[in-house]
């Protein structure tokens, strides 16, 4: 049995290696949440053998990878998967009614709104978010009101594509193994933030039933076109590209374009393809936008300024939401006339099966490349 | 001719006393109990009353001695698959399922267990935590060797991991053990397979389940437990807050028309019991009772209920309460008909206790069916009138729970009564 | 191996202790502490792993005392030892420390005391240790024959049950005839046999098993001896004659209270529950009117108890007068209606499906039975009725017999206040007595059904068979040893001793205390009392004592 087993180092050969690694850090973090630190995450954010010694070719890295296709099918049944974009039961656009949250958002701050409902409600410990330290994102579990609106403050609704120098970006270390040390208490409920790439590991993780999944209890996904990743040389070079200044940036969104505002008020409106340059190369192997296997999606894309577009996809996220709503945490957008509201979401969808569809084909002809 | 052995089915306390009266006699005890360590529900109480003793503390003893007789195999994690044969002369199969451990060689160290990846809901502290996939039953399970839970084991069920083997100092685990079907010869079968508590959640007027400050019995016992899932913590599931006032609801699925008929006998003592605990905790701690009749005819046990109404700061309230409301604190409110003036009045607490029916166990018609023996209208073991531990096949003995819902000490009686039935039917045969 | 190497062992009880005390700390401390080859710490001493580490620590440490400090003896003491004789140790080289019930327990809101008060048991503990000597224990014979007071249905079914085992029993019975209470009793439920058929089958299979000898008209005199080894003076009629038995079951049964002060009782129209039955039995019930009282003179003050059996039986009895004549009009008052289980609560239903009235009343305002009607609030319709009567029955409770305390002292065993005989434990050993070879069955034990009496019964035959069947028992070795050379002869122990245990007799150097090993309990009276100090108490002598104090007093010389 152990011969067929498909371990680590065939994550590197097929994964790894070939470029397409989204540097998620699924397999680190199951790795060293179980204790068994056999991988680390190296400083360009790729995953390697620490102590290939302690590797116990459980193989579960392997399955667990967004990359490989193992549990696919498997996570389509539990899901419902259906095309073009994943299973849905509704879209809206909804925004915050929390002024401390409207203050820092990107879009519409739902999800920060969201995550405060969660936490006030005591339905989670903490919430897995990342937070812009600078040009750095560091993962954080936020585990009051105070600590959320702060990481909200970096604006992750859609600046989370944003990385620093191949900064660390995931969900893993010391998250994760810092949720194991939770577990003192039998509640520990987690909620997460992340990109296609981190939810899909996280749900593989929940179709084997491993740590440190059993903690997530809710996820909240991210539309994701690509991440950024970039170094000094290639900063300056689209620096000089923009006419921009890092430093002057205050608010990063993406919507149907890249949308740049500076301190001095002015917003640059950027083609997403002009940015393809410091894109992620691994990001173009990725087929899901709309973030399918999430309870809810959220992103700028197909809402007005200030409006957060939300998917809600599972029961768990449509309670989520239902309830959050009903409390007055978020507030949806109002179209008072019922066909314009219904032309409304059709628009929506049809931006979102778009974006979805131009993902997919690119990764097509990646994969294809590959071979 | 040697002696032939006895079969006693199930090991909880009425199984372990049976087995112990018989080993003690000199007679030698098959002990099969399905789950992967004997102990049974009292392993799974903090406290029993009316002496309020630490339940595994009592306990303990005789599941080492159960472990250590000369006379007495234990077979866990088995069931029983076929009986034939006649009082005397009972030819039994017994499966034993594969733990995938080797019993001889596992020292608890706890090192798989530790590296076991899988993580499902425990059963023994009734989901409020979760184990992993080899794991032991509990903390001072008896035999103390682990199990691999082949049903989410990711080696069964997809090939890969067997992290445990791979951190086993012991090279305790075998994944290539099979199940074993065990065939023995016997005189006499005891029954003594217990109860389980009753699910509420089709009593939706009490909100298990949507309320998450509402608890069964069971769950109770395992959060005041100290060796529980919150050790011994009492706190609210919705805002992790110590509960300071606790409404107990008797008779839920019991004496109920549509559920169980019948009156589960300890409830009335057990949450007396509960709110004695909560206060032993917690000195500002009030409790309410609300019941239908209060049955404390058991030695000392009226006694008790008098401790806990002067003592233990715990209000008897005769009213059966129709349904419980949540605020919006997820605090409960409960509504009852105040026995003293007939109006309606309202109580809000912390935290609400259902005292969940005691019911067959599921899997009881099987084990009936293989046996050959009647169950009543509640799917109680059917016993002689004239011979209440004897059931309706000559040879085959019943005690504790199975027969009907009944307490700790009676259970006590009845099993070393069922092991002196099962004597008598050794003589007789070998006089014969 | 002259060198005394104690291992100590201490326990987290999991919260029990280690929520309360510094058990880290304790372990530490146990280590610096003389003689102490070897510490360990465990969550569950008691359980398996807890075992074999101790079993193992013996072996490859080669310790040759063991301290375990943790819980209480009473309930595991005799574990640790068999785990030390497994090991090859002397089980009497085996100390307790009881850190919980006498510490953590009753100090757990301050954590630094309590651990310094541990530490101080922890070092007396150790200090008696070293001086423990291994002792045998002692096999005392067993006689393979019962004695069964009382032929009551308890009694009777006990008798059979060993009888059916192979052994030979005495049933010994008070009155003429065996039945006891049953042969006063009418229908029996769930049956609906008659309690007199029941008996007549008993007596049948008594009849018919010569292993049996009924001794009716007789009473038990007195009881001398030790388990194995009883001599029970019995008197039938005026004859006296002694039996030897191996064990005693007590079924002597209980009374039904006869309430001469409650409720205008008069035995006629205001009768009891028993009383009812006797008519019934002879078809003598002819009112229309009847009016039931439940707990008449119980869960009172006098008697603070439920006597479990009178709502069934009421309840029996009204339907039965109910089916035999639907114009009767019955009332049932109570407190609470105690039908537990299945079969009683479904008495219950049928009751009050066939019309049976209930009225509940608190015992604050009681029923006043009058001349020709009763009055009585009831509590839920929250107005006073009035109802006319032919007959009240009063349910009262079952009583102690008037001569269990006189019987319980001549077995030397306990009751309660109540005068029921008082177990060893009453969660898991609810049939035995704490003195060993005698058991208890039946309404003797607590107010009973016959259900409950019958499995009571068999369970008391059962743990009663097993010194029979093995054939001896071992006792505990901790008894006193006489110093005939200081010995006077005084007689003060023999005196002194509350379970006749040591005696005065012409011995070579004249007369000397001799101790009867299986009837001592090791109470220490006699070594205590004895104005020459001629008496060492086995595992608990002079020295060690004085070896406890001066360690708790941390006298180092």
């Known amino acids: 049995m152990t011969d067929t087993v498909k371990i680590f180092s065939d994550l590197n050969r097929e994964v790894i290696e070939k470029g397409i690694c989204g540097k998620c850090g699924g397999c680190v973090s199951f790795c060293s949440a179980g204790n068994l630190m056999a991988l680390e995450m190296a400083d360009n954010g790729l995953p390697r053998y620490l102590d290939e010694d302690k590797c116990k070719k459980c193989g579960i890295c392997y399955l667990i990878c967004p990359q490989t296709n193992t549990l696919d099918s498997e996570l389509q049944e539990k899901f419902a998967w259906s095309p073009p974009i994943g299973p849905y039961k509704k879209i809206v656009s909804a925004q915050t009614t929390i002024d401390d949250v409207k203050a820092v958002c990107t879009d519409g701050g739902v999800v920060t709104s969201l995550l405060l409902y969660l936490l006030e409600r005591n339905m989670i410990d903490g919430a897995i978010v990342s937070k812009r330290e600078g040009f750095k994102r560091q993962a954080m579990i936020a585990k009051t009101s105070e600590e959320l609106i702060e990481a909200a403050g970096s604006g992750f609704s859609g600046s989370q594509h944003l990385e620093e120098l191949g900064g660390k970006y995931t969900t893993y270390t010391p998250i994760l193994s810092a949720i194991k040390s939770l577990e003192k208490r039998y509640l520990h409920d987690v909620a997460v933030v992340g990109t296609p790439c981190q939810i899909n590991s996280i749900r593989k993780m929940q179709c084997l039933d491993i740590i440190p999944a059993h903690l997530i209890k809710y996820t909240i996904g991210l539309f994701c076109i690509e991440s950024f990743s970039f170094d000094d040389l290639a900063r300056e070079r689209l620096e000089n590209k923009l006419d921009i200044n890092f430093q002057d940036v205050v608010k990063l969104n993406i919507k149907d374009d890249f949308q740049i505002a500076l301190s001095n008020g002015v917003k640059i409106h950027v083609p997403l393809e002009e940015v393809d340059e410091v894109a992620r190369p691994a990001c173009f192997a990725c087929r899901d936008f709309s973030n399918e296997y999430a309870d809810i999606s959220v992103g700028g894309l197909g809402s007005p300024d200030r409006y957060t577009t939300i998917v809600i996809r599972t029961g768990t996220g449509a309670a989520l939401y239902d309830d959050a709503l009903k409390r007055g945490y978020i507030q949806e957008r109002v179209i008072k006339d019922i066909k314009e509201g219904e032309l409304e979401t059709t628009r929506i969808l049809a931006k979102i099966k778009a974006f979805t569809k131009k993902k997919r084909n690119r990764a097509k002809m990646t994969l294809e490349g590959l071979k | ?432 | 191996m002259s060198e005394v190497r104690v291992g100590v062992f201490v326990c987290h009880c999991g919260t029990n202790i280690g929520g309360f005390l510094d058990v880290p700390e304790l372990v530490k401390y146990a280590l610096s502490l003389p003689n102490v080859a070897f510490t360990q710490e465990n969550k569950y001493t008691c359980s398996e792993t807890g075992l074999s580490e101790i079993k193992k620590a013996i072996l490859e440490i080669q310790l040759n005392r063991i301290v375990v400090a943790s819980c209480t003896p009473r309930t595991h003491e005799p574990l640790f030892r068999s785990a030390c004789k497994e090991a090859g140790l002397n089980p009497f080289l085996f100390q307790f420390v009881n850190i919980r019930d006498q510490c953590s327990w009753v100090h757990m809101h301050d954590k630094e005391a309590a651990t310094k008060k541990a530490k101080d048991l922890i070092r007396m503990g150790v200090a008696n240790a070293v001086l423990l000597e291994p002792l045998e224990e002692l096999k005392i014979d067993v006689n393979p024959k019962a004695v069964v007071i009382g032929g009551g249905i308890s009694g009777m079914t006990s008798a059979i049950s060993l009888a059916n085992r192979g052994f030979e029993v005495r049933l010994i019975e008070k009155s003429e005839k065996l039945g006891g209470t049953l042969n006063n009793l009418y229908k029996l439920y769930p049956t609906q046999i008659d309690a007199s058929n029941l008996v007549t089958a008993k007596i049948g299979e008594i009849e018919k098993n010569s292993r049996i000898k009924v001794l009716t008209s007789s009473q038990v005199l007195d009881v001398d001896g030790f388990v194995g080894n009883y001599t029970v003076k019995i008197k039938q009629n005026n004859k006296v004659q002694n039996y030897d038995a191996g064990v005693i079951i007590v079924a002597t049964g209980a009374d039904v209270y006869k309430p001469s002060d409650l409720y205008s009782y008069d035995g006629e129209r205001v009768i009891t529950q028993l009383e009812l039955e006797k008519a019934l039995k002879r078809g003598e019930v002819k009112a229309q009117r009847i009016i039931m009282i439940q707990c008449a003179g119980a869960r009172t003050k006098e008697r603070p108890y439920c006597s479990k059996v009178c709502c069934p039986t009421a309840l029996k009895n009204a339907l039965l007068i109910k089916e035999k004549n639907d114009d009767s009009q019955l009332y049932i008052l109570y407190r609470d209606m105690v039908t537990p289980g299945t079969e009683f609560e479904d008495l219950y239903g049928k009751a009050r499906e066939a019309g049976i009235n209930f009225i509940k009343y608190s015992p604050e305002k009681e029923p006043i039975v009058e001349n020709e009607s009763l009055k009585v609030y009831d509590e839920l319709l929250g107005e006073e009725l009035t109802l006319p009567y032919d007959l009240v029955v009063l349910s009262t409770p079952m009583v102690a017999r008037s001569d269990s305390k006189e019987l319980a002292q001549k077995l030397k065993v306990p009751v309660d206040e109540h005068g029921f005989y008082l177990e060893a434990h009453v969660k898991l050993r609810p049939v035995d007595f704490a003195t060993d070879g005698i058991f208890v069955c039946g309404c003797a034990h607590w107010p009973s059904n016959v259900d409950e009496s019958i499995f009571q019964a068999y369970g008391a035959s059962s743990r009663a068979s097993i010194p029979m069947s093995v054939g001896y028992v071992t006792t505990e070795p901790l008894i006193p040893v006489v110093d005939e050379e200081k010995c006077t002869g005084c007689g003060l122990c023999e005196m002194n001793c509350p379970f006749k245990a040591i005696k005065i007799e012409k011995k070579e150097k004249g007369r000397k205390a001799n101790v009867i090993a299986a009837s001592c309990k090791g109470c220490g009276t006699c070594g205590a009392g004895c104005p020459q100090k001629a008496i060492t108490m086995k595992h608990f002598t002079d020295d060690q004592i004085i070896a406890q104090v001066r360690a708790l007093a941390e006298v180092t010389s």
């Open chain 2, 1 to 432: 001719m040697e002696e032939k052995p006895v079969l006693i089915i199930g090991g909880g306390i009425s199984g372990i006393q049976a087995a112990l009266d018989l080993g003690d006699m000199g007679i030698r005890v098959h002990l099969v109990e399905e789950k992967p360590c004997i102990g049974g529900r009292m392993a799974q109480l903090d406290k029993t009353f009316p002496t309020n003793d630490c339940s595994i503390c009592i306990l303990a003893p005789k599941l080492s001695d159960c472990f250590r007789h000369p006379n007495i195999t234990l077979h866990t994690y088995s069931e029983i698959k076929k009986v034939n044969g006649q009082k005397g002369d009972f030819t039994v199969k017994i499966r034993k399922y594969a733990k995938y451990v080797k019993e001889d060689e596992c020292i608890n160290c706890g090192e798989c267990n530790a590296k076991c990846p899988v993580k499902v809901p425990d059963e023994f502290d009734v989901g409020l935590r979760n184990r992993e996939a080899i794991y032991l039953y509990y903390l001072q399970g008896v035999p103390p060797v682990m199990t691999i839970d082949r049903e989410h084991c990711l080696f069964f069920t997809r090939g890969v991991c067997r992290i445990c083997e791979k951190f086993c100092p012991k090279e305790a685990i075998d994944f290539d053990q099979k199940d074993e079907d065990v065939i023995i010869n016997v005189n006499s079968i005891i029954v003594a397979t217990g109860f389980d508590p009753f699910d509420p959640t089709a009593i939706t007027q009490y909100g298990y389940k949507r309320y998450r400050n509402v608890v069964t019995s069971i769950e109770y016992e395992r959060l005041i437990c100290a060796s529980g899932p919150t050790g011994g913590h009492l706190e609210r599931q919705s805002d992790g807050k110590p509960a300071k006032k606790i409404a107990f609801i008797q008779c839920v699925g019991s004496r109920d028309v549509k559920n169980n008929r019948y009156c589960s006998s300890v409830c009335c003592m057990h949450a007396t019991k509960e709110a004695m605990l909560a206060f032993e905790h917690d000195s500002e701690l009030k409790s309410y009772i609300f019941y239908m009749d209060l049955r404390a005819a058991g030695k000392g046990f009226q006694k008790y209920l008098e401790r806990g109404e002067q003592e233990y700061n715990i209000s008897y309230i005769r009213s059966r309460i129709a349904n419980i409301t949540e605020d919006q604190n997820e605090n409960l409110v409960i509504q009852y008909d105040d026995p003293e003036t007939s109006k309606n009045k309202k109580v809000t607490v912390d935290l609400a206790v259902l005292a969940t029916s005691l019911i067959p166990r599921s899997g009881v018609e099987e084990l009936a069916r293989i046996l050959n023996v009647e169950l009543d209208d509640y799917k109680f073991f059917k016993t002689d009138p004239l011979n209440p531990l004897d059931s309706s096949r000559p040879g085959i003995y019943v005690c504790g729970c199975c027969r009907g819902p009944t307490d700790i000490p009676e259970s006590v009686a009845q099993a070393s009564g069922a092991a002196e039935r099962a004597a008598e039917t050794l003589f007789e045969v070998v006089i014969t």
